[in-house]
C-alpha cells in the first residue's frame, strides 16, 4: 500500500473500532516548526501523530522528524511495513506505538507497541501549530485581544506560552485544531 491509501485505511480500522460511531477528527500533513516538518495523520482529538513509512519509503528521515513530532504530540506511533520493523525498535523511543501495515487489503492492521504517554512536550513549539487567526480567536475569546491584532504570529505564540499554561496551551491547540478539520469537512462537502 501507498502512503495515501495506508492514511485511508488507518482512518477506517479506527472509526469501526470506536465504540460510540463518533467521526473521528484527523488532520493529514500538518505542518510543525513553522513547516520544517509534517505530521503524516494526527488525530487532533487526542493530539497522537500517525507517522506513516510503506514499504517504499526509507526510515532515513525518521529520527530528525521524531525529535519535531516529541516537542507537539501527547501520543506518537509509527505505522510502517513488517521490513523496517527491526530498525524502527532501534531507533524510536520506547513510549512510541507501533502498527503494522497489512501486507494484503484483506489483512488488518496489527498493532506491535501502544503508544505511551510523551514526556517531552515543548509549549514553544506546540504553540507553533497554531495560525495567527488561531490565536487571536482564541486571545478574544479570552477578553486578551487588545493591543495584539498588530503582533507577529511569533509573538502571538510566544505571549501564549508565557501566558498560559501547558494544560491550556493543549486545550487552545486540539481546539483550533478541530475546528480546521470541520473547516476542511465543509470546503470538500
Not at 52 to 58: F, P, Q
Not at 110 to 136: D, F, H, I, M, Y
Amino acid at each position: 500500500m501507498l502512503e495515501n491509501e495506508i492514511k485511508q485505511a488507518l482512518e477506517s480500522h479506527f472509526s469501526a473500532r470506536r465504540s460510540d460511531k463518533k467521526e473521528l477528527l484527523f488532520l493529514e500533513e500538518l505542518r510543525l516548526s513553522g513547516g520544517a516538518a509534517r505530521a503524516d495523520l494526527v488525530n487532533v482529538e487526542t493530539m497522537h501523530c500517525y507517522e506513516i513509512k510503506s514499504e517504499k519509503d526509507s526510515l532515513k528521515r525518521l529520527v530528525s522528524q521524531g525529535s519535531r513530532y516529541i516537542r507537539v504530540f501527547d501520543q506518537i506511533t509509527l505505522v510502517t511495513a513488517e521490513t523496517h520493523l527491526d530498525l524502527a525498535l532501534k531507533i524510536i523511543p520506547s513510549w512510541w506505538g507501533i502498527i503494522l501495515v497489512p501486507s494484503s487489503a484483506d489483512d488488518s492492521f496489527v498493532e506491535v507497541r501502544q503508544a505511551g504517554r510523551n514526556p517531552k512536550l515543548v509549549p514553544s513549539q506546540l504553540a507553533k501549530v497554531l495560525t495567527k487567526q488561531e490565536c487571536l480567536d482564541f486571545l478574544s475569546g479570552q477578553g486578551l485581544v487588545r493591543g495584539k491584532k498588530s503582533l507577529s504570529l511569533y509573538r502571538l505564540q510566544e505571549f501564549l506560552v508565557e501566558t498560559f499554561s501547558l494544560e491550556k496551551l493543549k486545550e487552545v491547540v486540539v481546539n483550533a485544531l478541530q475546528l480546521r478539520v470541520h473547516a476542511l469537512s465543509e470546503v470538500t462537502a
